[in-house]
Structures are given as C-alpha cells and as structure tokens.
Nanobody, 129 residues
Framework: QVQLVESGGGFVQAGGSLRLSCAAS????????MGWFRQAPGKERECVVA????????SYTDSVKGRFTASRDNAKNTVYLQMNSLKPEDTAVYYC??????????????????????WGQGTQVTVSS
C-alpha cells in the first residue's frame, strides 16, 4: 500500500522560505507521477506542481513559477518542494499525491486532483504579511 508522509510546513513571514518533504513508501515509484497540491480555506484544491518520478518536464501553476522548485531524491523515495519568496496568498494546507503514470500523458494532464489515487495527510503552511 502506497503511503505518503509530508513534513516541513510551518509559520513564516512573507519573503521567507520553507522546504516541504514527501516521503513515499509501499510502491515502485519510477513509474509514478507526483503532485504537490494546496488548499486554502474556502477554496478548491489546486495543483502547485506535477512531476514524473523518472524525470523530464514539470508543470507549475503560474502563481508559483520562479519561486517554487520541485525535486526528488530517488535513493530516499522523497519528493521536495522548495518554496522561496513566500507570500500570504501561499497560505494553505499542502498535500503530496501520487499516481501511476499513463503512457502518453504529460505533466499538465496530472494537474487535476482526480488523477491521483494516493494522498498524504497534508502539512500546514502559514505566511504572515
């Protein structure tokens, strides 16, 4: 059974940085696509970034381009989200998600939450102004 455990959330002032981690277990992740999502109170869950575990392109939502960077450590089965220049509007619960990738689909296809069958418990990120 695939399990995802996020960590690294917290409270930070605007302009600060945080790095989120998502430790994955219970699967062979080389064929998976991973997503970082966030959900603010009263808002829909949105994809921050989708990336293939095997490498290749990533797909970021426009509001985080140039500020957030996703990466992975294959040896540790861990995906990271480095968040710089944080803004109050980045405040949300951040979730890691995983799905087995389908042939012929790019990362943009995986920006929809319903593409994913595995989710972590979420980690709160709060950015003060």
């Amino acid at each position: 059974q695939v399990q995802l455990v996020e960590s690294g959330g917290g409270f930070v002032q605007a302009g600060g940085s945080l790095r989120l981690s998502c430790a994955a277990s219970g699967g062979t992740f080389s064929s998976y696509v991973m997503g970082w999502f966030r959900q603010a109170p009263g808002k829909e869950r949105e994809c921050v970034v989708a990336l293939f575990w095997s490498g290749g392109s990533t797909s970021y939502t426009d509001s985080v381009k140039g500020r957030f960077t996703a990466s992975r450590d294959n040896a540790k089965n861990t995906v990271y989200l480095q968040m710089n220049s944080l803004k109050p509007e980045d405040t949300a619960v951040y979730y890691c998600a995983a799905a087995q990738a389908s042939l012929g689909r790019d990362t943009y296809y995986y920006r929809a939450p319903n593409r994913y069958g595995y989710w972590g418990q979420g980690t709160q990120v709060t950015v003060s102004s």
